[in-house]
Structures are given as C-alpha cells and as structure tokens.
C-alpha cells in the first residue's frame, strides 16, 4: 500500500509553546489529507479535512486557531498546536487518499506529542 | 455518515480462523467497506476494502452480503502478532473521511 510518513513520532513541550507536525504521501499524490487525534484506549477522533490549496474543514469543537493546518502541496500537510497545554497531549495522526472515489485512505505512523 | 457496530472484543487461540462481523444497515449507494488493523501507538494500517460479494488479498477475506448491511472480515490461522484493535468502517468517498466506530480488540492467546 501507499506510505504515508509522520514527523515528528514522539515531541515533549513546554506548557505555552507551539508544536508543528508534519505529514507526508510518499509516493502518491494526496489532494486530501485528514488530522486525527487519539487518546488512550480510545478511537480516532476527526479533527480535519484539509484539501490541498484550500482551507482545512474543522470538525465541531475543534478550535481552528488552536490546531493550525496547512496543505500547501499534494504530498504536504502540517498541524500547529499553537499554544499547547497539557490537556492537548495526545496521538495525532494524519491519513492521506487520493483524488479518486475509491481511493483508499492511508494513515501516517502517529506523533505522539506531550506537553508538560 | 454510515454507523458500524461492532463487537468490543474477541479472544482466539493460535492458528485458528477469525471471523469479525461489522453491521452497518445505513450504508449508502457508494461506500465502500474498509478494514483497518491498529497496533498501540501507531496508525491504522489498511487491510482490505470491498463494495460487494468476496474479496480476499494475501492477509484476510472480507465478505459482504448482497444488502451490504453487514461485513466480515476473516483472518486465517492467526498468531498472536495478530492482537490488535481491528476498526470496520464504510464511506469515504471523493473528500470524505472515514469516521472510526469503537473497534474490536482482538485478544489472540498461545
């Protein structure tokens, strides 16, 4: 299957400093890219859609000036957690697809980020 | 969005056939059906996507009925690398995510 790659796989902050992740499609071309976050023992949960040159679509409750998204290419996309605190640690995976209907979605490693 | 319901968990022993039934009676026209296996702390990794009738690739089936409302993925002669949270979930067509239901932890024991 197609590779998607996370960077970077583990980050410790400070409480008040801002964390970038980035995600990345190997070897495809992702016009849409997706930001899950995960908590222990739970399911991912959809943070957002980010369509390559477009402004991310944020779920509900997610705050859109706290996790900052950037497609800027279709093999790029970036989450800021601007701010961290530690209630923002947590495992944060990206997944990327194609353009196609059928295109299956393919998940990055996951970053495990937290914030003391 | 399609909801799937799956059960919790399941035990099995070593070299045995597993068999994971998902429902998802609102399934629309054009969803497919996709399986993940996820390993703690690392991502969901693709196992096998079908629309209808039989699939089958070098680690698993995935049977669906003519209705669609259901699936099953099958596992043959597991290990016990097999342990995992394995998620079922329909949609994610054009832009669509896919929305992840609560999983099946599968417990495989020597």
């Known amino acids: 299957g197609a590779v998607v790659s996370q960077h970077p796989s583990r980050v410790i902050c400070k409480s008040g400093t801002s964390v970038k992740i980035e995600c990345r499609s190997l070897?495809?071309?992702?016009?849409?890219m997706f930001w899950y976050r995960q908590f222990p023992k739970k399911s991912l949960m959809l943070m957002a859609t980010?369509?390559?040159?477009?402004?991310?679509?944020?779920e509900q409750g997610v705050e859109k000036d706290k996790f900052l998204i950037n497609h800027a290419s279709l093999t790029l996309s970036t989450l800021t957690v601007t701010s961290a605190h530690p209630e923002d640690s947590s495992f944060y995976i990206c997944s990327a697809k194609g353009a196609g209907d059928t295109d299956t979605q393919y998940f990055g490693p996951g970053t495990r980020l937290t914030v003391l | 969005l399609a909801k799937t319901t799956q059960p919790i968990s399941m035990d099995s022993y070593e070299g045995q056939e597993v068999n994971i039934t998902c429902s998802h009676n609102n399934i629309a026209t054009n969803d497919y059906i996709t399986w993940y296996q996820q390993f703690p702390s690392q991502g969901p990794r693709f196992i096998i996507q079908?629309?209808?009738t039989k699939v089958t690739n070098e680690v698993a089936s995935l049977f669906i009925p003519a209705d669609r409302k259901s699936s099953t993925l099958s596992l043959p002669r597991v290990s016990l690398s097999d342990t995992a949270v394995y998620y079922c979930l329909v949609g994610g067509g054009g832009r669509r995510a896919l929305t992840f239901g609560s999983g099946t932890r599968l417990q495989v024991q020597p």
């Open positions: 980010s369509n390559e040159g477009s402004k991310a679509t944020y």
């Open positions: 079908g629309y209808k």
């Open positions: 070897d495809f071309q992702a016009t849409t």
